[in-house]
């Protein structure tokens, strides 16, 4: 059973930084694209960052200079290094996996970050 579990969310002060992680399991983790989407209240879920499996970042343009994306794949984990915290940044961010061209995805349960003085 694929297993996608997020941590490192929390309260932070805005120009802050979090380090979010995603352990995943049930998976090969190297064969997958992985990526960090974030959904705030009243809004829809938005990409933040993608890495794919020849480790090529792809971040949106609200995030861009900000927000650096890595994976491990020893460890079958993905990273979100996020600084310069502004508070429409507050939203629940999930980790993502899929593989190009092949039908299906998997999503984490969610983890918290909120912007706030």
């Known amino acids: 059973q694929v297993q996608l579990v997020e941590s490192g969310g929390g309260l932070v002060q805005p120009g802050g930084s979090l380090r979010l992680s995603c352990a995943a399991s049930g998976l090969l983790f190297s064969i997958y694209r992985m990526g960090w989407y974030r959904q705030a209240p009243g809004k829809q879920r938005e990409l933040v960052a993608t890495?794919?499996?020849?480790?090529?970042?792809n971040y949106a343009d609200s995030v861009k200079g900000r927000f650096t994306i890595s994976r491990d794949n020893a460890k079958n984990s993905v990273y979100l290094q996020m600084n310069s915290l502004k508070p429409e940044d507050t939203a629940v961010y999930y980790c993502y996996a899929d593989r190009v061209g092949v039908f299906g995805s998997y999503w984490g349960q969610g983890t918290q970050v909120t912007i706030s003085s």
């Open positions: 890495i794919t499996t020849g480790r090529n970042p």
